[in-house]
C-alpha cells in the first residue's frame, strides 16, 4: 500500500525497508535483523506524529462547529466515522502483532507491555512460527481466521470502503481515486519475478522482525489515510465559499443624521475581503417591470471596499441601489444587491465647551466649535462680553474672560460660503464665573488631624488646592501663613513669607510634646486667575 505524501523521513524508511528486505532474501547474517528494529521505530514514531495531525484537524471541526453548526454537522458526523474506522483498524493490528510475538516468543498474558517492544523479542529472525500463524503451510491456500492475513486483507478492504463511502463520487472523484491506490492491495513480484498474493508477498516466509515492521507500516498508511480524509472532509465545509485574506471591523449607521429625540442606529460587523481580488460593484435601480437590474455606473474598489461619491443638490431623503458581483473558489460569480438612504439636511451649528459649561474668569477655558457641513477653516468664531478667542487648532479655542467681564458671554459662529459670501451658523451663550476658593492641606489634613513633629516637617509646607470635582488642574500657590503653638511656656506664633515652613517654624514643630497642638492660620493663596484667598485654618494635634 502507498500512503499518499510522505515526509523526506518516511522516504528514506521505505527505502531502507525495501534493501532490508532484499539482503534478507540472500540469507545475511540475522544481525541485520537489528535495522528492522531502527525502521520500525521510525513508523512507530511516524504514527504518532499523524494521529497528532488527526487530533489536530478534530480541533478545527470543534471550533467551527461552535461557529456554524449546521454547516458543519454533516462533515463533522462523516469525520467522526472516519476516525472511528481508523482508531479501530489500528487498535486490530496492534493487536495482531502482539499476537504475533505471544506466539513465537511463548509469552503469556502476564508479560509486561515493554517485552512485546521490537527491540526486546529475541526471536526476531523466526520465520516458522509467523508463516504458519499468518499464511498457513502453504502458500497458495493461505490459512483463514482470526488473526491471519486474509482476515487483514478483507479488513483493509473493507476500512478502504467505508473511508470511500463518506465522500461524494460527483464531486470528490479525484479524492477517491487517491484513496482507492493508497490503500491497493497489489500483488508483489517474488525472486523468480513472478506476481504473488499481496498476503504473501508481504508475510510468508518472513522473518518475525519484516512481519511486525510490515505490520507498523500497515498502521502508517492507515493514519495517513486518516488524516488526509479528515482534512478533505474539513475543507469541504468552506468548498462553496469566497476566499478572504483581510477582515475588518466596520460600522454601517442607518443614518448619519439624528434628530433630537430620534435613536441612533448602527450595524457593526466584521467585513472580510481580498486584498488580490477586487469584486466589482455596480450601481443603478431595479426596473419596477421586470425586476432586472439596470446598471448605471461602476465604482472604484479599493481593499475590498466600493468609493461611493454623490454629489447632493437638495435636501431630503435620498436612495441608491447596486449589485456587488463576487467569484466563488470555483470560478462562478454570485451577484449581491444592496439598497441604502442617507439624509441630505441644511447645516447646523454645535458649540461645546470641554470642561464645562461655564467659562471662568482669568484662566484658559478650552471650548470646541465645529458646524455639520462646514470645515473648520471655513468658520469665524468671535466672543462678546469683554473676553477673547486664540484658536488651537482644529475647531478648538482657548477663551480668556477678563476680571471685569460681564456674567455671561457669547460665541458667535459664522461660516465662510466662498465667493465672499458668509452665513451666521448660530450663537451660544456662557455664564461666566470666578474660579472656586481652594483649600489648604498639609500632609492628608486639611481641617483637624493627627501628626508628629517631624512628620509635618517631612512635609516642608502647606498647599492650596481646588476641590476634587473641580475640571480644571490649575495651580494655586500659598504665599503666607503663620504658625500658632505654646511654646516653652508662651504661645508663639512665627509667620513665614512662602508656602514653606521658616526655621524658627521647624524649631517649634520639633520641640512640641506629644499631645500638644499647633495651629496654622491666615493662610493665603493665589491661584492662575490672580485672586488672592485667605484659606481656613488647619489644626494638627502631635502625637
Known amino acids: 500500500m502507498a500512503s499518499g505524501k510522505e515526509t523526506p523521513r518516511q522516504r528514506m524508511i521505505g527505502m531502507m525497508y525495501l534493501v532490508l528486505t532484499a539482503l534478507l532474501a540472500l540469507n545475511v547474517s540475522k544481525d541485520l535483523l537489528n535495522a528492522f528494529v531502527i525502521i520500525n521505530d521510525g513508523l512507530v514514531s511516524t504514527n504518532n506524529t499523524l494521529e497528532n495531525k488527526s487530533e489536530s484537524v478534530m480541533a478545527q471541526f470543534k471550533a467551527q462547529l461552535a461557529v456554524d453548526e449546521q454547516k458543519t454537522r454533516p462533515f463533522y458526523d462523516r469525520a467522526l466515522i472516519v476516525k472511528s474506522e481508523a482508531t479501530e483498524f489500528n487498535d486490530y493490528v496492534e493487536s495482531l502483532k502482539n499476537h504475533l510475538i505471544d506466539g513465537t516468543e511463548g509469552y503469556d498474558e502476564t508479560m509486561p507491555d515493554s517485552m512485546y517492544l521490537l527491540r526486546n523479542v529475541s526471536q526476531k529472525d523466526n520465520y516458522d512460527i509467523p508463516t504458519q500463524m499468518l499464511i498457513g503451510s502453504e502458500a497458495a491456500f493461505p490459512v483463514t481466521g482470526a488473526f491471519t492475513a486474509t482476515e487483514l486483507r478483507d479488513k483493509i478492504e473493507s476500512f478502504r470502503s467505508s473511508i470511500v463511502d463518506q465522500f461524494d463520487p460527483s464531486k470528490d472523484a479525484d479524492f477517491i481515486s487517491k484513496i482507492e491506490n493508497d490503500l491497493a492491495l497489489k500483488e508483489v513480484p517474488n525472486g523468480e519475478g513472478l506476481l504473488e498474493p499481496w498476503e504473501v508477498g508481504n508475510f510468508y516466509h518472513l522473518p518475525l522482525a519484516a512481519c511486525i515492521t510490515n505490520l507498523t507500516k500497515i498502521q502508517a498508511?492507515?493514519?495517513?489515510?486518516?488524516?488526509?480524509?479528515?482534512?478533505?472532509?474539513?475543507?469541504?465545509?468552506?468548498?462553496?465559499?469566497?476566499?478572504?485574506?483581510?477582515?475588518?471591523?466596520?460600522?454601517?449607521?442607518?443614518?448619519?443624521?439624528?434628530?433630537?429625540?430620534?435613536?441612533?442606529?448602527?450595524?457593526?460587523?466584521l467585513a472580510a475581503f481580498s486584498s488580490t481580488e477586487q469584486p466589482e460593484m455596480l450601481l443603478g435601480n431595479t426596473d419596477p417591470t421586470s425586476?432586472?437590474?439596470?446598471?448605471?455606473?461602476?465604482?472604484?474598489?479599493?481593499?475590498?471596499?466600493?468609493?461611493?461619491?454623490?454629489?447632493?443638490?437638495?435636501?431630503?431623503?435620498?436612495?441608491?441601489?447596486?449589485?456587488?458581483?463576487?467569484?466563488?473558489?470555483?470560478?462562478?460569480?454570485?451577484?449581491?444587491?444592496?439598497?441604502?438612504?442617507?439624509?441630505?439636511?441644511k447645516p447646523s451649528l454645535t458649540v461645546a465647551p470641554t470642561k464645562m459649561n461655564v467659562l471662568y474668569k482669568g484662566i484658559k477655558n478650552p471650548i470646541k466649535v465645529s458646524a455639520p457641513g462646514v470645515p473648520n477653516e471655513n468658520l469665524r468664531v468671535s466672543i462678546t462680553g469683554g473676553s477673547s478667542l486664540r484658536p488651537i487648532g482644529d475647531g478648538a479655542f482657548e477663551v480668556n474672560v477678563s476680571k471685569n467681564s460681564p456674567t455671561t458671554a457669547e460665541v458667535v459662529v459664522v461660516a465662510d460660503l466662498g465667493d465672499g459670501r458668509t452665513r451666521e451658523m448660530g450663537r451660544e451663550k456662557?455664564?461666566?464665573?470666578?474660579?472656586?476658593?481652594?483649600?489648604?492641606?498639609?500632609?492628608?489634613?486639611?481641617?483637624?488631624?493627627?501628626?508628629?513633629?517631624?512628620?509635618?516637617?517631612?512635609?516642608?509646607g502647606i498647599r492650596a488646592l481646588y476641590a476634587d470635582d473641580f475640571e480644571f488642574q490649575l495651580i494655586c500657590k500659598v504665599e503666607s501663613f503663620e504658625m500658632s503653638a505654646k511654646y516653652q511656656g508662651n504661645i508663639v506664633d512665627p509667620a513665614t513669607e512662602s508656602n514653606k515652613f521658616s526655621n524658627e517654624q521647624k524649631i517649634v514643630l520639633r520641640a512640641l510634646p506629644t499631645g500638644s497642638k499647633v495651629t496654622f492660620?491666615?493662610?493665603?493663596?493665589?491661584?492662575?486667575?490672580?485672586?488672592?484667598?485667605?484659606l481656613g485654618p488647619i489644626v494638627i494635634t502631635i502625637k
Open 430 to 460: 456662557f455664564r461666566v464665573k470666578r474660579l472656586p476658593k481652594p483649600y489648604a492641606k498639609i500632609g492628608e489634613v486639611t481641617t483637624t488631624g493627627r501628626m508628629s513633629g517631624p512628620e509635618i516637617i517631612a512635609m516642608q
Open 521 to 534: 492660620s491666615k493662610i493665603k493663596a493665589k491661584g492662575d486667575d490672580g485672586v488672592e484667598h485667605e
Open 291 to 345: 425586476g432586472d437590474f439596470q446598471r448605471a455606473d461602476s465604482l472604484v474598489v479599493e481593499q475590498g471596499l466600493g468609493k461611493m461619491v454623490s454629489t447632493t443638490t437638495s435636501e431630503g431623503f435620498k436612495t441608491y441601489e447596486g449589485v456587488i458581483k463576487m467569484k466563488r473558489n470555483d470560478g462562478t460569480t454570485k451577484d449581491y444587491p444592496f439598497k441604502s438612504e442617507y439624509l441630505v439636511a
Open 221 to 269: 498508511d492507515i493514519r495517513a489515510t486518516e488524516t488526509d480524509a479528515l482534512k478533505a472532509l474539513y475543507d469541504n465545509i468552506s468548498v462553496d465559499a469566497f476566499k478572504f485574506d483581510t477582515i475588518a471591523a466596520k460600522v454601517i449607521p442607518r443614518s448619519n443624521y439624528v434628530l433630537l429625540g430620534e435613536n441612533y442606529e448602527a450595524d457593526v460587523f
